[in-house]
C-alpha cells in the first residue's frame, strides 16, 4: 500500500530559528516528490519538486532533499518567519495508466511564534 | 492570469441531499483533479479528468462522480451525502503531459453536511 508518512505531526518555533520537516514514502514506483504549504482556509501551493535523480531542490529559505534508497525527504526551513506559520505537505507521485497519482501526507503544523 | 477558481467557497447540505461543486483550471491547464481534505488530514485524490474522461480514480464510491467540459473547467458531483462528507474539496490543474511541474490547486469549497 503506498503510504506518506511525515513528522513531527506539529512544530512550534521561534522566528529567526531553523526547522526540519521529515517525509517517508512506501510509493511505488516513484515518479516525483512535491512539498506543498498549505495556510489555514486555502489551497495549497507548490514549494519543491524533485525527481528520482535529484537529491536536493530550494526555492528561497526553503531546501528540500530526498534519498531516494531509503525513501526519505526533508523540508527545511532557513531563518523562520512568522508567514512560514502553516500547513507543509509531503506528496509523493506514481505513475499508473499514463498519469501520475499523487498520495498525500497528513501534513506538519508548524507555528512560527514572534 | 487567474489562478485554478472553485465555486461556492461555502455550503451546507443535509444528509441524503445532492451536491455539485465547480471548478475552471488555471490557463493552458488541460488537466484537472479532485481532492477530499477531512480537517487535520491531508487531501486524498478522488479523480482526475482529461479529454473529457475520468483517467484515474482513488478509493471513493461511485456516490462521487465528475464531468469536464470542453473548455477544461470540471465538476465534482456527490449523491446520497453523508455526514463523513463534510470536508474540503479541492480541485487541482495541471498540464497533461507536465510531469515536472506542479499541480496548482484552487483554495477549495468548504461542505458541511448537517
Known amino acids: 500500500k503506498n503510504q506518506v508518512e511525515q513528522s513531527p505531526q506539529s512544530l512550534i518555533i521561534l522566528e529567526g530559528k531553523n526547522c526540519t520537516l521529515q517525509?517517508?514514502?512506501?510509493?511505488?514506483?516513484?515518479?516525483?516528490l512535491r512539498w506543498y504549504k498549505q495556510d489555514t482556509g486555502r489551497g495549497p501551493v507548490s514549494l519543491t519538486i524533485?525527481?528520482?535523480?535529484?537529491n536536493t531542490k530550494s526555492n528561497g529559505r526553503y531546501t528540500a532533499t530526498l534519498d531516494a534508497d531509503t525513501k526519505q525527504s526533508s523540508l527545511h526551513i532557513t531563518a523562520s518567519q512568522l508567514s512560514d506559520s502553516a500547513s507543509y505537505i509531503c506528496?509523493?507521485?506514481?505513475?499508473?495508466?499514463?498519469?501520475?497519482?499523487?498520495?498525500f501526507g497528513r501534513g506538519t503544523s508548524l507555528i512560527v511564534h514572534p | 492570469d487567474a489562478g485554478v477558481t472553485q465555486s461556492p467557497t461555502h455550503l451546507i447540505k443535509t444528509r441524503g441531499q445532492q451536491v455539485t461543486l465547480r471548478c475552471s483550471p488555471k490557463?493552458?491547464?488541460?488537466?484537472v483533479s479532485w481532492y477530499q481534505q477531512a480537517l487535520g488530514q491531508g487531501p486524498q485524490f478522488i479523480f482526475q479528468?482529461?479529454?473529457?474522461?475520468e483517467r484515474q480514480r482513488g478509493n471513493f464510491p461511485d456516490r462521487f462522480s465528475g464531468h469536464q467540459f470542453p473548455n477544461y473547467s470540471s465538476e465534482l458531483n456527490v449523491n446520497a451525502l453523508l455526514l463523513g462528507d463534510s470536508a474540503l474539496y479541492l480541485c487541482?490543474?495541471?498540464?497533461?503531459w507536465g510531469v515536472g511541474q506542479p499541480q496548482h490547486f484552487g483554495d477549495g469549497t468548504r461542505l458541511s453536511i448537517l
Open positions: 506528496v509523493v507521485s506514481h505513475a499508473s495508466g499514463g498519469s501520475y497519482i499523487p498520495t
Open positions: 517525509c517517508n514514502y512506501t510509493v511505488s514506483p516513484f515518479s516525483n
Open positions: 490557463s493552458g491547464h488541460d488537466t
Open positions: 487541482a490543474s495541471s498540464p497533461r
Open positions: 479528468y482529461y479529454e473529457e474522461e
Open positions: 524533485m525527481t528520482f535523480s535529484e
